[in-house]
């Protein structure tokens, strides 16, 4: 699994709707074009809903 960074977390959330589970979260980190390992590690997330990108962002890097 390759390494993500915040910077990266941010570039893939751009424009995403809270609250927002993590397939709508996984699609706009997709439509934002972030690497396909990012959107597998967002749809592979324990929590299914989110409030906001700092909730996504302490998700992914507890990982």
């Given at each position: 699994?390759?390494?993500i960074?915040?910077?990266?977390?941010?570039?893939?959330?751009?424009?995403?709707?809270?609250?927002?589970?993590?397939?709508?979260?996984?699609?706009?980190?997709?439509?934002?074009g972030a690497?396909?390992s990012?959107v597998?590690?967002?749809?592979d997330?324990?929590?299914?809903?989110?409030?906001g990108?700092?909730?996504?962002?302490?998700a992914?890097f507890?990982?």
């Amino acid at each position: 699994m390759s390494r993500i960074n915040p910077t990266d977390v941010q570039k893939a959330l751009k424009g995403a709707s809270y609250p927002a589970d993590r397939e709508e979260l996984a699609e706009t980190a997709r439509s934002n074009g972030a690497d396909e390992s990012l959107v597998d590690q967002i749809s592979d997330l324990d929590r299914d809903s989110f409030d906001g990108p700092d909730e996504v962002s302490q998700a992914l890097f507890r990982r």
